[in-house]
């Protein structure tokens, strides 16, 4: 099981930005896709990002294509969503995932604790 410890959630203006950290287990260099995912209030969660730690594979919905970017350091363990322009809509609570190179790009295993994110109008 990969331990996954998310960072970076808070509050901010709508037009603002935040990034997200995510620090996984040592083990999980070149054997898991990361992604990020998020959930509001009263909905199911929903995809936003993932890569692989060889940074291909990478892919973005829809609605953050332009304004989220993920990237990782391989040496500190550790995968970023920056977020840019953010609308209130983008409030939610964000979730780090890992997922094994061996099984399909959608399927994660492993969870974060979530982060909260809240962009004021």
């Known amino acids: 099981q990969v331990q996954l410890v998310e960072s970076g959630g808070g509050l901010v203006q709508a037009g603002g930005s935040l990034r997200l950290s995510c620090v996984a287990s040592e083990h999980t260099l070149s054997t898991f896709r990361m992604g990020w995912f998020r959930q509001a209030p009263g909905k199911e969660r929903e995809f936003v990002a993932r890569t692989t730690w060889s940074g291909g594979g990478t892919y973005y919905a829809d609605f953050v294509k332009g304004r989220f970017a993920i990237s990782r350091d391989n040496a500190k363990n550790t995968v970023y969503l920056q977020m840019n322009s953010l609308k209130p809509e983008d409030t939610a609570v964000y979730y780090c995932?890992?997922?094994?190179?061996?099984?399909?790009?959608?399927?994660?295993?492993?969870w974060g604790q979530g982060t909260q994110v809240t962009v004021s109008s």
């Open positions: 995932a890992a997922g094994p190179v061996t099984m399909a790009a959608s399927e994660f295993t492993s």
